[in-house]
């Protein structure tokens, strides 16, 4: 029921920083948990961070916690990923998700139902 188009993404060096943003649109963002998904080539699909419907609580994988911020607008419609020291290993594809059945569950991965088309990170050595 909710369009996510995701934008930010590009190419930077190790150390650098970037941040994405992804717009809704289609409906109501109330109630709307959303989170950061990212797949590498010949990976899995893995949930990087996510935020619940109000924002404030937050989910970090252990991969890029102290390095990753989700944040979320809801006034915008928007939720953001601000990324720093940027490594090699944090190159994926990345996809804004969200869903409305989460509720306490913002962080499984199980529950996001909206995607985005994903935008392409690529961290050079």
């Known amino acids: 029921q909710v369009q996510l188009v995701e934008s930010g993404g590009g190419l930077v060096q190790a150390g650098g920083s970037l941040r994405l943003s992804c717009a809704a649109s289609g409906r109501t963002f109330s109630t709307y948990s959303m989170g950061w998904f990212r797949q590498a080539p010949g990976k899995e699909r893995e949930l990087v961070a996510a935020?619940?419907?109000?924002?404030?609580?937050?989910y970090y994988a252990d991969s890029v916690k102290g390095r990753f911020t989700i944040s979320r607008d809801n006034a915008k419609n928007t939720m953001y990923l601000q990324m720093n020291s940027l490594k090699p290993e944090d190159t994926a594809v990345y996809y804004c998700?969200?869903?409305?059945?989460?509720?306490?569950?913002?962080?499984?991965?199980?529950?996001?139902?909206?995607w985005g088309q994903g935008t392409q990170v690529t961290v050079s050595s």
């Open positions: 935020i619940s419907w109000s924002g404030d609580s937050t």
């Open positions: 998700a969200g869903s409305y059945y989460c509720g306490t569950y913002y962080y499984s991965d199980q529950c996001y139902r909206d």
